[in-house]
Nanobody, 127 residues
């Protein structure tokens, strides 16, 4: 059974930083593209970032590019999201997800193409 478990969320002031982790089990982690999504209250789930199986390619939403960094450690079956210069509009529940192929373009951002999901971790940025 596949499990994705996020951690590292919390309350931070605007301009601060957080590092999210997502530990995976029950799947061949290095064979999966890993992504981060977020959902704010009353809004649809949105793509944040993705990283290819080897970590050689990354892709970011324009709203976080330059502030967030996605990385992975295949030896630890873990994907990370380093979030810097946080803004109140970054407040959301953050989810990690896994899918089998990079796809490219819009396929990277399409949540429907991700097979496995974590339970989410809350990030709250105060102004």
């Amino acid at each position: 059974q596949v499990h994705l478990v996020e951690s590292g969320g919390g309350l931070v002031q605007a301009g601060g930083s957080l590092r999210l982790s997502c530990a995976a089990s029950g799947l061949s982690f290095s064979s999966y593209v890993m992504g981060w999504f977020r959902q704010a209250p009353g809004k649809d789930r949105e793509f944040v970032a993705a990283i290819s199986e080897s970590g050689g390619s990354t892709y970011y939403a324009s709203s976080v590019k330059g502030r967030f960094t996605i990385s992975r450690d295949n030896a630890k079956n873990t994907v990370y999201l380093q979030m810097n210069s946080l803004k109140p509009e970054d407040t959301a529940v953050y989810y990690c997800a896994a899918k089998l192929s990079w796809g490219g373009g819009s396929a990277i951002m399409d949540s429907n193409l991700y097979q496995y999901w974590g339970q989410g971790t809350q990030v709250t940025v105060s102004s």
